[in-house]
């Protein structure tokens, strides 16, 4: 594209209809070179970008131009660039991604070929892009059901555990301990009757092998789940890394469920 178009740099970002965010996805210079990527940024923030996605239409940007869209104007003023062509990528009438081309050294008016040319390609990497959307989506669930399976597999193996405590300190920590490994979690506490325990955070491996510690600022989610437990309620909420997926919510139910039987026969011998 640079290079039938003699621009500098040409970008391929992603747009996120559920969180209104384009994501870059690559961006690569005049000799085919990748350049490291744009951080990820909400449509609202460029209005022109905006006006591209949902008109689906090409717009050229000048930095001369005191019409155009200011936001955009002063990011080609940071990065010292003269212009910049937005196309939209659509498929099956829906706007999935932007190319964005990049002229350093002048402002430019493209001519109708360019444009014809700039829209036969965007075409094609709009199928393109929708295909490795489409396989990117069916490896995270192929991914997810195998860590949902270990994970099964895990809150298994750990019931009769769970049942085998004698106090409510002991159940507390091994449900927490539980929770946290199953769900692969950075952390994770389990409170009842007054008391709670915490897990200890979920280690991970460097490339190296060496055992490093998140923090639990790192968390993107946190999950929590609630049982009876003679009437003392039971609850445990733990750290995820990202977004729960599918099947953790109901994981946790599960195991907060085993745990608060455990808890109600523990009370009742208590009270007997």
Same mark, same amino acid.
Request: one cysteine or more.
């Given at each position: 594209?640079?290079?039938?178009?003699?621009?500098? $740099?040409?970008?391929?970002?992603? #747009?996120? !209809?559920?969180?209104? *965010?384009?994501?870059?996805?690559?961006? $690569?210079?005049?000799?085919?070179?990748?350049? !490291?990527?744009?951080?990820? #940024?909400? *449509?609202?923030?460029?209005?022109?970008?905006?006006?591209?996605? +949902?008109?689906?239409?090409?717009?050229?940007?000048?930095?001369?131009?005191?019409? @155009?869209?200011?936001?955009?104007?002063?990011?080609?003023?940071? $990065?010292?660039? %003269?212009?910049?062509?937005? *196309?939209?990528?659509?498929?099956?009438?829906?706007?999935?991604?932007?190319? +964005?081309?990049?002229?350093?050294?002048?402002?430019?008016? #493209?001519?109708?070929?360019?444009?014809?040319?700039?829209?036969?390609?965007? &075409?094609? /990497?709009?199928?393109?892009?929708?295909?490795?959307?489409?396989?990117?989506?069916?490896?995270?669930?192929?991914?997810?059901?195998?860590?949902?399976? $270990?994970?099964?597999? %895990?809150?298994?193996?750990?019931?009769?555990?769970?049942?085998?405590?004698?106090?409510? @300190?002991?159940?507390?920590?091994?449900?927490?301990?539980?929770?946290?490994?199953?769900?692969?979690?950075? &952390?994770?506490?389990?409170?009842?009757?007054?008391? &709670?325990?915490? /897990?200890?955070?979920?280690?991970?491996?460097?490339?190296? +092998? @060496?055992?490093?510690?998140?923090?639990?600022?790192?968390? /993107?989610?946190?999950?929590?789940?609630?049982?009876?437990?003679?009437?003392?309620?039971?609850?445990?909420?733990? =750290?995820?890394?990202?977004?729960?997926?599918?099947?953790?919510?109901?994981?946790?139910?599960?195991?907060?469920?085993?745990? &608060?039987? @455990?808890?109600?026969?523990?009370?009742?011998?208590?009270? =007997?």
């Amino acid at each position: 594209m640079t290079g039938l178009l003699d621009c500098d $740099f040409c970008a391929v970002s992603e #747009y996120d !209809p559920s969180s209104r *965010v384009i994501r870059m996805l690559a961006d $690569f210079d005049r000799s085919g070179q990748r350049r !490291p990527d744009w951080e990820p #940024y909400p *449509v609202s923030r460029f209005p022109v970008t905006a006006q591209v996605r +949902g008109e689906q239409r090409i717009e050229v940007v000048n930095v001369s131009d005191p019409r @155009a869209d200011a936001a955009m104007l002063s990011t080609l003023r940071r $990065f010292g660039s %003269k212009s910049i062509m937005l *196309v939209p990528l659509v498929f099956q009438d829906r706007p999935i991604g932007l190319l +964005g081309l990049v002229d350093l050294e002048r402002e430019r008016r #493209y001519s109708r070929q360019e444009l014809r040319i700039c829209r036969t390609v965007a &075409s094609q /990497a709009a199928v393109a892009l929708n295909n490795a959307i489409l396989f990117d989506r069916l490896r995270r669930r192929s991914t997810d059901v195998s860590q949902l399976c $270990f994970a099964i597999e %895990k809150v298994a193996a750990a019931l009769p555990q769970l049942a085998s405590q004698s106090t409510l @300190a002991a159940l507390l920590r091994e449900t927490a301990a539980v929770s946290c490994e199953a769900l692969a979690a950075i &952390s994770a506490v389990a409170s009842c009757g007054g008391e &709670s325990a915490a /897990a200890p955070r979920w280690p991970e491996r460097t490339a190296g +092998g @060496a055992v490093t510690t998140r923090s639990d600022s790192d968390a /993107a989610n946190l999950l929590t789940t609630a049982a009876d437990a003679g009437g003392r309620g039971l609850t445990i909420s733990v =750290a995820l890394p990202a977004a729960p997926a599918d099947g953790q919510s109901q994981l946790l139910t599960l195991i907060c469920a085993a745990a &608060s039987t @455990a808890a109600d026969r523990l009370f009742r011998h208590l009270d =007997a």
